[in-house]
C-alpha cells in the first residue's frame, strides 16, 4: 500500500518509537499507534485472508466496524480488531487464516475456484455420506483467529456494579453535550466511550465549539464532568442494554491491567453511537487500497498517515469531501468520483460528476478504477463513502423499531423506548448539535448507490464473511427472501462483525431483487453483545471453587489433621474416609469398627431449621407426611416430606424439644430447599403471627458417637445429663451442658446401633471434638467417614433420599402407608396419594436385593429385567449397592416392580452387557429385630 | 437482569427472587371431596399469560412471600403487595 507518514498526528508520540512484528516482519511505529495505524504507515497492504476465499484484505476502517483486520496477539488475544488494539513494543502479530503470512498465503489459489463454492456450496455438497466426515477438515481451511490452547486465558476480569441516573453511550460531540446537559442539571452521569479518550469525531473533523476547538472543547466537557464527581469511561464498550435499563460494558485493561465488566443500571439511558460508513458496491470493492473515506481521515488526522500519494475517492454524499480537502492539503493527489450530478461541490477540487465506479482493478492492492463512463483512473488508494448507518444495536436490544428514511437512505430509530434517548448521528442527525455550534449540521445530501443484480464482476457486500451479490442473488433464487433465511443462508451480516458495515447493502439489493421496498425487507433481530466480550469477562472471578463455593465443616482443620480424603456432598466438603492407603480397605475398616465397638462421626451438615409458636404442632402435622402433632415434647420422630404431587421430596427426623418448639433435621444437601419449603407454606396457610421459621443448620455442629460403646464412651462425658434408658431412649432429646455451654443429646440412629447426636454451638464444635476423642482412646474410637456411614445405613435399609427414590417415589413405595390410612388432617401431597397413579398395582418398591451369583457387589443402576415377551423390560433398578464387612457379603437396596410382594424371587439384572442374579429380600439386611438400638 | 420490587427489601436483582406460581392458585382442601380434575388443574394448568400476569415470588434474601403484578411482553413491573394485602393474595405453591 502506498500510505505514507506525514508529521501529523495527534494521537501518536513521535519521541516514543517502537517496534513489534506482523507475521515475521518488523514493523516500526509510535506509541499511541494502533496495530492498524503501524500497519498501514508501515506499507502493509494485506492485513489478512478472507474467512471463505482466502481473498486479500487490507484495512477498511479504522475503529470498531473493522471487518478485515482482525490479528492474533501471541500471548494476547486471538481475533483482536487491530483498529482498536494499541501496538506496542516487542509484540508478536499474526494475521488470521493466512500460512504462512497474509502476504504470501498458500491457501489463496481457493479464491481461483470461488465461482463453484458460492453460499452454502459445503452444506450442498458435503451432505453424503455425513457432513460430519468432512467438517473439521473444512473447520481448519476456514476460519480465522487461532486458539491457544496452551494457555489459560486472563485469570479473571473485573467485575463492577453501579448506577446511576443518566448513562450516556458514546463520547462524541452528542454524546459529551448529553452528558454535560444532564450534569448541570443535577444529574449522577456515567459517560462511556469505546475510544481511548472522549471525543468521538471531534479528534478528526474539524470544529469550532463554543469558541474553541473541537479537542479543546471536549477537554473542557471531561474535566466538568469529572470535576461533578461523575464517570467518564474510556476503552469500554457498551454491548448490551438488558431489561430494566441495565447496560453491560466491557472495559479493556490498560497496561496489562484486568479488564473490566460493568453492569449498570440507569435511571434513564441516552445513545449516542454514532454512524458506521458504508461501502459503495463496485467490481473487487475488497482489494487492498479500498478504505471508507471517514477511516482515511482518522488516519490522517490522528496518526499523521496520508492514505495514498495518487488517491480516488468515491462517494454519493457530501460528506466525504472533508476527507478530499484535507488529503488535497497534505499533498496528495486526490480525484473525487461524486455519483450525483448535480452535487454543489468545494472549490480546488478535482470532481468527475455523475459518474460511478464500476470495477477496481489490482492484485494486492488496488491500481486503477474503472468508471461507469469508461474512464480508468489509476489510484494506489480507493477511499469511499456509500452513505452512513446509524449504529442502532443498542436501541433495537431495547426493543425498539426502525424507521426508514429516504432522505439520509438509513434505518433511524422509530418510536421512543421508555428511559432510552437516541441523539446525534444515531438518529440521523450528522454533524454536530445544533445547540453548539449554529450551522454546523452536516448535509449529507446524498443519493442511492445499492448493489445491483447481474453485475460482471464480483461485488461485496459483507467482507467479513466473503458474501458477494451474487450470493444474495442465488438467496433469492433459491427462495430465501425473508431476512433472516438471507442472514442464515449466506452468512451476511454473521459472526463478530454482525453486518456493521454490510446489512443495509445487503437488504437494499434483496429489495431490489424482489421489487420491494427496504423496509419492507426489514432487518435482522439484533442481539448482544455488540462485540465480542471475552468470556473470562463475564466469568469474573467465578471460576473453579468459587462458582459454587462449597460449604466446609467447622471441624476440617481437624479432619485434616485425622489425614482425612474429602469429598464434595450435596455442597459440602466432607470426609469420605480417614488415612492413606487403599480407600476401599479403610472403607470398610471404618464401618467394621462402628459395628464392633464404637465410632465418632462429624454430622454438622444434617439440617436443623427450628419451627417456633403456638401452632408450630398443626403446621408441622401439614408439612409431614407423618403426623406430628402427637408427638411427645422430649421426642423424635422419624417422616416423609412430599411434594403435592405426592411425591418424597425429604425424610428425616422432627425433634420436639418442648410443646411449641421443633427441630425439622431434613437431609444436609436438602436445608435451603425445605427452609424455603417451610417458609412458603407457613405465609400462604398459616397464621404468620402464631409461627415462626428460623434455620439453625450453620450455627451448630452435630457430632455423633454411634456403636456398641457408645453409652460407655458417653458415660465419661460429664453433659449433666442422665444416660439411663428411662431418662434418655431411643428417639428422645435431652439438654445438657458442655463446659459451659448448652447442648442437645438426641437418641437418633442412622446407622442401627445406639447413637447419641449431640448438636453444640459451631464455634465450641471443636473443643466437644477433642474430648469426644480423647474419651474414645479408652475404647478403640474410631472416626466414621461419609463414606463407611452408607454402608451402614444401607445394612438397616434407611432411605438416602435421593439416591433410593426417583422423582416418581411415593411414601407407600417404601412401605409406610399408614399415615395415608390414618392421618385425620390434610398434609402436602395427600390428594395425590389417592390418584390412579399412586394406586398403580405395578409401581416400583424398596426392597434389598441379594446377589447369589457369587460375582461379588452389584453394579449400582443395574436394571432388573423382564423376558416375558421376548424383548426385555426394566422393572426397576439398584439404587445403593455395597460390601457389608459385618455380613461378609455383598448387600443392595433397590426400586424393584412389585418389589415388596416378590420377596425371595430371583430377578435377573442387567448392567451394560452383564448379567447378574439377585434375590429379592427386606430392605433391612443387618439386626431385623432392632435390638442393636438399644444394646 | 430485572429488578423486582420486594415489599420489604424494596429494589432487587431478580436473581434474588424464586418463583412461586399464579397468584389464585388457591388449593383445593378437603381431599376427600377434591375431584382429579379440580387436583390436575392446582398442580399442573398454569396460566402463562401473555402480558399481565399476576404472581407469587418469594425474595430469597428476607425469605418473604409477596404478589407482584408484572408484563411478561414489556417486562415492566406494575406493583408488589404484601401477602394479605391488596386483594386476593392466596394460593401461591
Request: hydrophobic share 40%.
Amino acid at each position: 500500500m502506498a500510505a505514507w507518514r506525514n508529521d501529523g498526528g495527534t494521537a501518536i508520540d513521535r519521541s516514543q518509537p517502537l517496534a513489534f512484528s506482523f507475521d515475521g516482519k518488523v514493523i516500526e511505529a509510535f506509541a499511541g499507534d494502533t496495530i492498524a495505524s503501524a500497519l498501514l504507515a508501515g506499507g502493509v497492504s494485506v492485513v489478512g485472508r478472507s474467512f471463505k476465499y482466502h481473498r486479500p484484505r487490507g484495512l477498511w476502517g479504522a475503529g470498531v466496524e473493522e471487518p478485515n483486520a482482525l490479528v492474533d496477539i501471541a500471548a494476547g488475544m486471538p481475533n483482536t480488531r487491530a483498529t482498536q488494539a494499541l501496538a506496542a513494543n516487542g509484540m508478536a502479530v499474526r494475521s488470521v487464516n493466512a500460512e504462512p503470512s497474509a502476504e504470501k498465503d498458500r491457501r489463496a489459489f481457493i479464491d481461483a475456484f470461488s465461482r463453484f463454492i458460492p453460499a452454502a456450496f459445503y452444506y450442498k455438497t458435503f451432505m453424503f455420506p455425513d457432513w460430519h466426515l468432512f467438517e473439521p477438515r473444512i473447520r481448519e481451511m476456514a476460519g480465522l483467529g487461532t486458539l491457544d490452547e496452551t494457555k489459560t486465558g486472563p485469570e479473571f476480569a473485573e467485575q463492577v456494579n453501579h448506577h446511576c441516573d443518566v448513562l450516556v453511550v458514546g463520547a462524541g460531540p452528542a454524546g459529551l453535550h448529553a452528558a454535560r446537559e444532564a450534569v448541570r442539571a443535577g444529574r449522577r452521569v456515567v459517560l462511556c466511550d469505546d475510544g481511548r479518550q472522549p471525543g468521538g469525531s471531534l479528534f478528526y473533523r474539524a470544529a469550532t465549539i463554543e469558541g474553541k476547538s473541537g479537542a479543546e472543547w471536549v477537554a473542557d466537557v471531561a474535566t466538568e464532568l469529572e470535576r461533578a464527581g461523575d464517570l467518564v469511561l474510556t476503552s469500554a464498550t457498551a454491548f448490551g442494554i438488558y431489561d430494566h435499563h441495565l447496560v453491560g460494558l466491557s472495559q479493556k485493561g490498560a497496561d496489562g491491567a484486568p479488564d473490566r465488566l460493568w453492569r449498570i443500571r440507569a435511571k434513564s439511558i441516552v445513545l449516542a453511537t454514532g454512524a458506521i460508513e458504508r461501502p459503495l458496491p463496485f467490481g473487487n470493492n475488497d482489494l487492498p487500497g479500498v478504505m471508507s473515506a471517514e477511516a482515511a481521515l482518522v488516519y490522517l488526522r490522528r496518526f499523521g498517515i496520508v492514505a495514498g500519494r495518487k488517491i480516488v475517492i468515491a462517494t454519493n454524499n457530501g460528506l466525504a469531501y472533508e476527507t478530499a480537502e484535507a488529503l488535497v492539503a497534505a499533498g496528495a493527489d486526490v480525484t473525487v468520483v461524486d455519483y450525483r450530478a448535480d452535487a454543489s461541490t468545494p472549490a480546488g477540487l478535482r470532481v468527475l460528476k455523475g459518474v460511478s465506479v464500476r470495477a477496481a482493478t489490482g492484485r494486492n492492492a488496488v491500481n486503477a478504477v474503472t468508471l461507469s463512463d469508461g474512464t480508468v483512473l489509476e489510484a494506489d488508494a480507493v477511499l469511499v463513502s456509500g452513505g452512513f448507518t446509524p449504529t442502532v444495536h443498542l436501541y433495537c436490544q431495547a426493543q425498539g423499531k426502525l424507521d426508514w428514511r429516504d432522505d439520509i437512505l438509513a434505518f433511524v430509530p422509530g418510536r421512543p423506548v421508555e428511559g432510552v434517548d437516541v441523539v446525534g448521528a444515531a438518529a440521523g442527525t450528522f454533524g454536530l448539535p445544533p445547540e453548539l455550534a449554529d450551522g454546523m449540521a452536516r448535509d449529507l445530501g446524498i443519493i442511492a448507490a445499492w448493489p445491483k443484480p447481474g453485475a460482471k464482476e464480483r461485488v461485496w457486500i459483507d467482507l467479513q464473511n466473503d458474501v458477494t451479490a451474487k450470493d444474495v442473488e442465488l438467496a433469492v433464487r433459491e427462495n430465501f427472501v425473508s431476512v433472516e433465511h438471507l442472514k442464515r443462508y449466506t452468512t451476511l451480516g454473521m459472526a463478530t462483525d454482525q453486518g456493521k458495515t454490510s446489512n443495509v447493502n445487503g437488504l437494499a439489493l434483496m429489495a431490489e431483487i424482489t421489487g420491494r421496498r427496504i423496509p419492507d425487507v426489514g432487518t435482522t433481530t439484533y442481539r448482544p453483545p455488540f462485540t465480542p466480550v471475552p468470556l473470562a469477562s463475564f466469568a469474573g472471578a467465578r471460576s473453579g471453587t468459587r462458582m459454587n463455593p462449597l460449604r466446609r465443616l467447622p471441624l476440617e482443620q481437624a479432619h485434616r489433621a485425622d489425614n482425612a480424603v474429602f469429598r464434595e456432598y450435596g455442597g459440602w466438603l466432607r470426609p469420605a474416609f480417614y488415612g492413606a492407603g487403599s480407600p476401599e480397605e479403610r472403607i470398610q475398616a471404618e464401618a467394621r469398627g462402628a459395628r464392633e465397638r464404637v465410632a465418632l462421626f462429624d454430622g454438622s451438615p444434617l439440617g436443623k431449621i427450628e419451627v417456633i409458636g403456638p401452632d408450630a404442632a398443626s403446621f408441622l402435622d401439614f408439612i409431614y407426611y407423618n403426623t406430628m402433632s402427637t408427638l411427645a415434647p422430649g421426642r423424635c420422630r422419624y417422616g416423609f416430606v412430599l411434594t403435592e404431587g405426592g411425591n418424597v421430596y425429604d425424610d428425616g427426623v422432627l425433634v420436639r424439644l418442648d410443646e411449641n418448639r421443633f427441630i425439622v433435621s431434613c437431609s444436609s444437601s436438602h436445608v435451603a430447599g425445605m427452609h424455603a419449603l417451610l417458609e412458603e407454606w407457613r405465609q400462604d396457610r398459616f397464621d404468620r403471627k402464631r409461627v415462626f421459621i428460623h434455620n439453625a443448620t450453620a450455627e451448630m455442629a452435630t457430632l455423633t458417637v454411634t456403636g456398641p460403646q457408645a453409652k460407655a464412651l458417653m458415660g465419661t462425658i460429664d453433659l449433666g445429663i442422665a444416660l439411663d434408658d428411662t431418662t434418655l431412649p431411643h428417639m428422645a432429646v435431652v439438654s445438657g451442658v458442655f463446659e459451659g455451654i448448652a447442648v442437645r443429646v438426641a437418641r437418633i440412629s442412622f446407622t442401627g446401633d445406639r447413637s447419641y447426636e449431640i448438636s453444640v454451638p459451631a464455634d465450641h464444635a471443636a473443643a466437644l471434638w477433642t474430648r469426644l476423642r480423647q474419651a474414645g482412646e479408652a475404647f478403640g474410637a474410631g472416626l466414621l467417614g461419609l463414606e463407611a456411614l452408607m454402608i451402614l445405613r444401607a445394612e438397616k435399609g434407611y432411605v438416602v433420599v435421593g439416591k433410593d427414590t426417583d422423582g416418581t417415589s411415593r411414601p407407600m413405595d417404601f412401605g409406610l402407608t399408614a399415615p395415608l390410612e390414618r392421618k385425620k388432617v390434610e398434609f402436602i401431597g395427600r390428594r395425590s396419594l389417592i390418584t390412579e397413579d399412586a394406586g398403580r398395582p405395578d409401581r416400583r418398591q424398596f426392597v434389598g436385593l441379594e446377589a447369589i451369583d457369587g460375582k461379588g457387589v452389584l453394579p449400582t443402576g443395574a436394571h432388573g429385567i423382564e423376558r416375558g415377551s421376548g424383548v426385555p423390560r426394566s422393572i426397576g433398578y439398584v439404587t445403593s449397592s455395597y460390601f457389608s464387612p459385618v455380613l461378609q457379603k455383598p448387600i443392595a437396596l433397590g426400586l424393584i416392580e412389585l418389589g415388596l410382594s416378590r420377596m425371595g424371587e430371583i430377578v435377573e439384572l442387567q448392567h451394560l452387557r452383564e448379567i447378574r442374579r439377585a434375590r429379592v429380600v427386606s430392605a433391612c439386611a443387618f439386626d431385623r429385630e432392632g435390638s442393636r438400638l438399644h444394646a | 437482569m430485572q429488578l423486582f420490587p420486594c415489599p420489604f427489601c424494596g429494589p432487587r436483582s431478580e436473581s434474588e427472587f424464586h418463583f412461586g406460581g399464579d397468584a389464585g392458585n388457591h388449593r383445593p382442601e378437603g381431599f376427600r371431596d377434591v375431584t382429579d380434575s379440580e387436583w390436575t388443574a392446582y398442580l399442573y394448568e398454569r396460566n402463562n399469560p401473555r402480558g399481565a400476569a399476576n404472581e407469587i415470588w418469594m425474595h430469597m434474601a428476607c425469605g418473604e412471600v409477596f404478589r407482584m403484578e408484572r408484563d411478561t411482553v414489556d417486562h415492566r413491573v406494575a406493583q408488589s403487595f404484601v401477602l394479605g394485602e391488596g386483594g386476593d393474595n392466596g394460593g401461591m405453591a
